[in-house]
């Protein structure tokens, strides 16, 4: 597949570029909202193109359970059954069948898996996802990998490793539709050899972008920094490089200031569901009786329409009142104020402000991180 990663500028190690897809031009650094089901929570996709996304994820695994991919690929295909005309990422369903670890058996052949939802008997093989996505009509797809709790052996370290370059393989292979975008998972837990070994496995298959996966899933904060920047550092200059699982703005301070350009996560959108708002100095329980009386709005940093419009204090009665207009507003809040971070962070790396806006936000997000290599 032709390149369809532009690197514009760079500040330090952190990157500011352009991803085509087929449905569109994403700036990068970006952050996609998740969409598990086909739907990001409480919010519609005219919302989604009130801040401007660009691109948003879906997940293989629930997609497949229900509605299936017979029905979706009726309905048109992904996006004409979610009514959203931008990108779509969709997970391979890897993650979800490693959380099912009483319910799955893994061997090189795929993964068997029991549905959480009713125990129905499925099977992931690298050929059957990558089908499903392409079915679908998605922009990127991710191949079928394997992960690993942390912490965890040596050996499971190596045979998620290995495993995950013998599915990216195949995944490869079986790609038949050129306006979907695949990409390799880059594995290894902490091991910084098995990293680099994964790495070195899949770049010489020349995916068009690179994930690292394997990680918030257990380590220290610490690790995940230095690991997720160790990771980056292997990875090709002119292809682009997705963190998967985060969501936090310390965490994606961190990420974009180790070289990271792509990031998901569910985090806020839970938030917002769970009375929790993001602002850039930290994050407020919105339910506290210190936010009954307070007229400001959830962070007088943000522009997004829910704090041009609406006080702490009203958010919090609706949480308390048990309304679903709030947990619709926060999660409103929540994604519009990590899209415009973005923004921020694209601007300052463009003009060479990177390392000024960076502390400005979240300096003691580096303090632990080591340099690569």
Same mark, same amino acid.
């Given at each position: 597949m032709p390149g369809i990663f532009?690197?514009?500028?760079?500040?330090?190690?952190?990157?500011?570029?352009?991803l085509a897809l087929a449905h569109g031009d994403v700036e990068t650094p970006a952050f996609m909202p998740v969409g598990t089901a086909a739907t990001v929570k409480g919010l519609t996709p005219n919302d989604l193109r009130d801040f401007d996304a660009?691109?948003?994820?879906s997940n293989t695994y629930h997609l497949w359970l229900r509605p299936g991919g017979e029905t979706i690929a009726e309905m048109g295909g992904?996006?004409?059954?979610?009514s959203w005309d931008r990108n779509i990422l969709t997970d391979s369903g890897g993650f979800q069948v490693f959380s099912l670890e009483s319910r799955r058996e893994l061997s090189d052949d795929g993964v068997r898996f029991r549905s959480h939802l009713d125990g129905s008997a499925h099977e992931f093989t690298p050929e059957n996802?990558?089908?499903?996505?392409?079915?679908? #009509? +998605? *922009?990127?797809?991710m191949a079928l990998d394997v992960c690993v709790k942390l912490p965890t052996t040596s050996h499971d370290v190596a045979e998620a490793v290995r495993r995950t370059t013998l599915w990216a393989k195949r995944c490869m292979a079986a790609r038949t539709r050129t306006a979907t975008a695949l990409f390799g998972i880059v594995q290894g837990g902490l091991d910084e050899a098995m990293r680099d070994r994964s790495a070195r496995e899949l770049i010489a298959l020349d995916f068009p972008g690179y994930a690292i996966g394997g990680l918030s899933v257990g380590e220290s904060r610490d690790d995940l920094y230095r690991m997720a920047r160790f990771t980056a550092s292997l990875l090709p200059i002119d292809k682009p490089r997705y963190l998967m699982g985060?969501?936090?703005?310390?965490?994606?301070?961190?990420?974009?200031?180790? #070289? +990271? *350009?792509?990031?998901?996560?569910v985090y806020p959108t839970r938030c917002g569901?769970?009375?929790r708002a993001l602002t850039r100095a930290g994050d407020l329980a919105i339910r506290n009786a210190a936010f009954a009386r307070d007229p400001g709005p959830i962070d007088p940093t943000c522009a997004c329409a829910v704090c041009a419009t609406y006080?702490?204090?009203?958010?919090?009665h609706l949480f308390r009142?048990?309304?679903?207009?709030?947990?619709?507003?926060?999660?409103?809040?929540?994604l519009a104020l990590l899209a415009a971070l973005m923004a921020d962070a694209r601007t300052a790396i463009g003009t060479g402000a990177w390392a000024a806006f960076r502390d400005s936000i979240a300096p003691a997000a580096l303090d632990a991180v080591a340099s690569p290599g």
């Amino acid at each position: 597949m032709p390149g369809i990663f532009t690197l514009v500028s760079t500040d330090g190690a952190a990157r500011r570029g352009t991803l085509a897809l087929a449905h569109g031009d994403v700036e990068t650094p970006a952050f996609m909202p998740v969409g598990t089901a086909a739907t990001v929570k409480g919010l519609t996709p005219n919302d989604l193109r009130d801040f401007d996304a660009r691109i948003i994820l879906s997940n293989t695994y629930h997609l497949w359970l229900r509605p299936g991919g017979e029905t979706i690929a009726e309905m048109g295909g992904l996006h004409a059954f979610m009514s959203w005309d931008r990108n779509i990422l969709t997970d391979s369903g890897g993650f979800q069948v490693f959380s099912l670890e009483s319910r799955r058996e893994l061997s090189d052949d795929g993964v068997r898996f029991r549905s959480h939802l009713d125990g129905s008997a499925h099977e992931f093989t690298p050929e059957n996802v990558v089908a499903f996505q392409e079915r679908l #009509g +998605v *922009d990127v797809a991710m191949a079928l990998d394997v992960c690993v709790k942390l912490p965890t052996t040596s050996h499971d370290v190596a045979e998620a490793v290995r495993r995950t370059t013998l599915w990216a393989k195949r995944c490869m292979a079986a790609r038949t539709r050129t306006a979907t975008a695949l990409f390799g998972i880059v594995q290894g837990g902490l091991d910084e050899a098995m990293r680099d070994r994964s790495a070195r496995e899949l770049i010489a298959l020349d995916f068009p972008g690179y994930a690292i996966g394997g990680l918030s899933v257990g380590e220290s904060r610490d690790d995940l920094y230095r690991m997720a920047r160790f990771t980056a550092s292997l990875l090709p200059i002119d292809k682009p490089r997705y963190l998967m699982g985060v969501g936090t703005v310390r965490d994606l301070i961190a990420a974009i200031d180790g #070289g +990271v *350009d792509m990031f998901d996560c569910v985090y806020p959108t839970r938030c917002g569901r769970n009375g929790r708002a993001l602002t850039r100095a930290g994050d407020l329980a919105i339910r506290n009786a210190a936010f009954a009386r307070d007229p400001g709005p959830i962070d007088p940093t943000c522009a997004c329409a829910v704090c041009a419009t609406y006080s702490r204090a009203y958010i919090s009665h609706l949480f308390r009142a048990d309304e679903m207009l709030g947990p619709r507003l926060l999660s409103y809040h929540n994604l519009a104020l990590l899209a415009a971070l973005m923004a921020d962070a694209r601007t300052a790396i463009g003009t060479g402000a990177w390392a000024a806006f960076r502390d400005s936000i979240a300096p003691a997000a580096l303090d632990a991180v080591a340099s690569p290599g």
